[in-house]
């Protein structure tokens, strides 16, 4: 069984930083694509940064130059700093993982539990 499992969110005043990190747990021998999305209430839940296995990665506009995305391939674990932090930050942050090679087949689209991250002085 894979699972997610994402820590690191909490409150922060604007300008403030957290890092958020997610491990992946089960029989897994690699993980293709890596990612953040976020959901703000009222809003649909957007892409923040994925990290493919070597290494690349892409963000969204709205938080380029100020989150930086990695990962630690050998512990299947995916972070996110961010840094700079703004009120429209504030969203429930969800760890994604896609293309998950186990010993015995490859798994699509996992989702770990949310992580609350709330940017308010």
């Known amino acids: 069984q894979v699972q997610l499992v994402e820590s690191g969110g909490g409150l922060v005043q604007p300008g403030g930083s957290l890092r958020l990190s997610c491990a992946a747990s089960?029989?897994?021998?690699?993980?293709?694509?890596m990612g953040w999305y976020r959901q703000a209430p009222g809003k649909q839940r957007e892409l923040v940064a994925a990290?493919?296995?070597?290494?690349?990665?892409n963000y969204a506009d709205s938080v380029k130059g100020r989150f930086t995305i990695s990962r630690d391939n050998a512990k299947n674990t995916v972070y996110l700093q961010m840094s700079s932090l703004k009120p429209e930050d504030t969203a429930v942050y969800y760890c994604n993982a896609d293309r998950i090679r186990t010993p015995w087949d490859v798994r699509y689209d996992y989702w770990g539990q949310g992580t609350q991250v709330t940017v308010s002085s």
């Open positions: 990290i493919g296995s070597r290494g690349s990665a």
């Open positions: 089960g029989r897994i021998v690699s993980i293709n694509i």
